[in-house]
Structures are given as structure tokens and as C-alpha cells.
């Protein structure tokens, strides 16, 4: 598969462009266990037009984690043309993605996001012009339609590749649904076989499994599967997923090839990931702000709470839930770090 010049090889695994999520810290944690392709928060192209710190720092990258995506998100086109060609001159991603699935209220409410599925028209009008502006190759991120009523991607998808995108990945569900419900992939399938698509079609949505991203790319025939909140806590998911796609089984059931030539982690070394990734994010944190180192180490923990919430290595402790709530109810490394390492042999026993 390629965008560009980009060659990500056969069945490439990607992470999602998710907002407090997927910053340098975290990018770099899951381009080291596999993924082929990582994407900065989404960007606002008015902040980003009227130069908003907050806002610009999101377009810090570095090599290390190439190839990288920038996504951007907006409602009017001249200031999207502006935002993509501020990308491009100030951060060289390799990819320009634009942002029309995300479906939460403060976005597609105002007509940006997924509410552009409301206006195809002024959707295609942005993409077509962003295409012209910059040299950078530009993908589209989108959802099925507005509701089970309008589900237009199949259509879309066709009008998307003739405005001159270069890949399409398409989230499972239409804006009505959020996140609930289960994924329709049928539709993505739908569109990958039409014969007329000839950009990479990259499918998202409920991929938490080695199996189901097997499925999709086996039963659905995508170019990429583009992995989100299945990656809170579980960067290594790139690892685990990727290895099985690559394997192969000797008659004995036994793995004869593996992708990345590591052994899987032990939930002790799963623990010392997220430790290192608390560390990271109030390194980043106090490197940003240079205040209070306190209260950057506090912002720290609480940038990294939801990875510690959602990581499937302290289930099946038990009487785990006072633990958990008190673990994340630490405000300080001297709270948290006992809390982690008395998890430590618990998850190991």
C-alpha cells in the first residue's frame, strides 16, 4: 500500500488522529511496537489561522516518528487552504489529513468534523482546494453519513478521489451513532470493491483484536486498518496485532515468522511502558509550560489517567476497584508510583 511515495508494505496498522490522546509522547510509544503511520491530535484550522499557542504546538513532529500525519478540521475554505499550507511550511508532515467524521458536539455541532456530511457540497469544495494548495498529499478522514437515513459514502468516496485525495479512511459509523453500536464495515468492504476506487482505503472502527483486524483486512479487503481507543493503555496493540497478521503456523501450531521479532511483553513490562509514559507526558508537560514543576508533574498524571483507566493488564486483580480509584485519585508521582508497583505483582501472579 502507498500514499505518495510512502510504501507501507502489506496489511499496515494505523493510529488514529485522537484529540489528548495521540500526542508526541504516545506517537512515539506506538511507532515503536508497529505502527505504520501515527497522526498528531486533530488541529483547528481557525486556532490555527489566528496562531493560537496551544493550537500550533500540536504541529510539533520529528523524524523519529515518520512517516506522520497532521489532520485539521474546519468549516470554511479559505481559512482550511490556509491552515493546510501552514502545515505544510511549518511542519512538513507527511501526510495532510482532513477531519470530516468527528462526531462530538462541540465540532460537528458547529458544522466542522462530521457535521460536513450536512453540506457535500462545501466538503468537497474544502478537499478540492486544500488538494490545490499544497504539494503535501491530502487524505480524507470520514464516517458512513449523518445518520442510517443518509449514508453516502459509497457515492462520496468516488467525489472525494476526484477532488485528488490519495487515500480515504473510513470510520464504521455514521455521525448519529458517536460511538455506540457496533461498527458497519459492510459499507467499507462496499466501497474498497468498487471497481472505479483506486486510492487506499483504510478502515476503522471496534478493531480491539488481532482476529477482527485479520477480518477486516481478509474479509473486507483494505488497504490499512487505522487502530483508536483500542490503543488507551495498550500501545503494544501494534505488536500483538501485527505478529499475527505476519505469522505463520507450522503444523504444530507453532509461530515459524513473526513481524517485529520481539517477544511478546510480559504484563510487567506492559507496566513499565505506561511507567515511562507518565514520565514522558510530565517531561513534555513541564518542557511546554516550565511553571510550577509540581504542577506540571499533576497535569502529567492526569494527561496519563485514561491509559492507566483503560489498560487491560490490571483486569482480572481482584477486588481491584478501590485500588484503581485510589490510584487514580494520585496527584503526585510519590501517590502513584507504590499504587503501579504494588499492581506490579498482582498482574504478574
Known amino acids: 500500500m502507498k500514499i505518495g511515495n510512502i510504501d507501507f508494505g502489506e496489511k499496515p496498522l494505523f493510529l ?5 490522546v495521540t500526542d508526541i509522547g504516545f506517537r512515539h510509544l506506538c511507532k515503536r511496537f508497529g505502527a505504520a503511520m501515527v497522526y498528531t491530535e486533530f488541529v483547528s484550522a481557525e486556532a490555527l489561522v489566528r496562531s493560537v499557542k496551544s493550537t500550533v504546538s500540536k504541529l510539533t513532529i520529528d523524524d523519529a516518528e515518520r512517516p506522520v500525519g497532521i489532520q485539521i478540521y474546519g468549516r470554511d475554505v479559505p481559512q482550511m487552504v490556509e491552515a493546510a499550507q501552514i502545515v505544510e511550511q ?3 508532515p507527511d501526510v495532510i489529513d482532513l477531519n470530516f467524521g468527528c462526531p462530538v458536539k462541540k465540532v460537528a455541532g458547529k458544522g466542522a468534523g462530521a457535521g460536513m456530511l450536512q453540506n457535500i457540497p462545501l466538503l468537497l469544495d474544502i478537499t478540492r482546494e486544500v488538494v490545490k494548495a499544497v504539494k503535501t498529499p491530502v487524505t480524507v478522514k470520514t464516517r458512513l453519513g449523518w445518520n442510517k437515513e443518509q449514508l453516502v459514502i459509497t457515492t462520496l468516496a468516488e467525489q472525494l478521489q476526484d477532488c485528488g485525495i490519495q487515500a480515504l479512511t473510513i470510520h464504521g459509523r455514521t455521525r448519529s451513532q458517536m460511538y455506540t453500536g457496533e461498527a458497519d464495515w459492510s459499507l467499507i468492504g462496499e466501497v474498497k470493491a468498487n471497481p472505479r476506487i483506486h486510492i487506499p482505503i483504510i478502515g476503522n472502527g471496534d478493531i480491539t483484536t488481532p482476529e477482527q483486524a485479520r477480518l477486516a483486512f481478509e474479509r473486507y479487503g483494505v488497504d490499512a486498518v487505522m487502530i483508536g481507543r483500542a490503543t488507551f493503555g495498550r500501545p503494544w496493540i501494534f505488536q500483538e496485532i501485527g505478529d499475527y497478521l505476519n505469522s505463520r503456523k507450522d ?3 507453532r509461530s ?3 513481524s517485529t521479532n520481539l517477544s511478546p511483553l510480559t504484563n510487567s513490562e506492559k507496566l513499565d511502558v505506561l511507567i515511562e509514559q507518565l514520565h514522558i507526558n510530565i517531561e513534555r508537560i513541564h518542557a511546554i509550560k516550565g511553571k510550577d ?3 506540571d508533574e499533576y497535569r502529567g498524571i492526569l494527561h496519563t489517567r485514561r491509559h492507566l483507566a483503560a ?5 482480572g486483580i481482584p477486588d481491584f476497584r478501590q485500588t484503581r480509584i485510589a490510584m487514580l485519585r ?3 508521582l510519590e501517590e502513584l508510583l507504590p ?3 504494588s499492581c506490579r505483582q498482582l498482574i504478574n501472579n
Do not use: Q, R, V
Open 256 to 258: 515459524k515468522e513473526n
Open 251 to 253: 503444523e504444530g501450531g
Open 311 to 315: 489498560t487491560p493488564i490490571f483486569k
Open 339 to 341: 499504587f503501579l508497583e
Open 90 to 92: 511549518e511542519a512538513h
Open 330 to 332: 494520585a496527584n503526585t
Open 16 to 20: 488514529a488522529p485522537m484529540e489528548d
Open 293 to 295: 514543576p509540581s504542577e
